[in-house]
C-alpha cells in the first residue's frame, strides 16, 4: 500500500489520503503548541489555584510569618508590614490573611509600650527632680 508518490500509507485510514501529515515531505503537521505551554497556575485546571490566588495566599503567608516575628523582635517595623501584606492579600487578591493582620496588631502593639517605656524613662530621668541621701535624712 502505497500513495501515488511512493510513501507508504497507513493501513487505519482506509481511503484518507495522508491525513494529517504534509504532503511534501511526509512530515507531521505544526499545532499550536500555546495551550501545552501554559502552567496549570495560569490555566486555572480543577485542583489548582489561580496565579493570582497563589500569589494571594504566598502574601497571606508572608503576612502571618512577618507578623509572628514582629511579637519578638523590631516589633515597631515588622508589625506595620505584616498588616499591609495582609491588607493587600485581602483587597487585591481576595484571600483571608487573618492572621497576620492579628499578628501583626499585636507586635505593633507590644512595640508601642516597648517605645512608650522607653521615652517615659527617659522623661522621668529628665524630669524627676534631683534626690539624694541628704533628702531623706532631714525628713525625721
Known sequence: MSTPNGEPQNPYTAGQPN???NQQFGQ???YPQS???QSPYQQGYPGYPTQAQFEGSQLAQTSM???ILSIFILNIILGPIAIAK???AE???NT???AGKVTGWIG???GLFWVLGFVGTILMAILAPEMSYETYDNGF
Open 19 to 21: 491525513q494529517g501529515q
Open 28 to 30: 507531521y503537521r505544526q
Open 35 to 37: 495551550q501545552y505551554q
Open 65 to 67: 510569618v512577618l507578623g
Open 86 to 88: 495582609a491588607n493587600r
Open 91 to 93: 483587597r487585591v487578591f
Open 96 to 98: 483571608a490573611a487573618t
Open 108 to 110: 505593633t502593639i507590644i
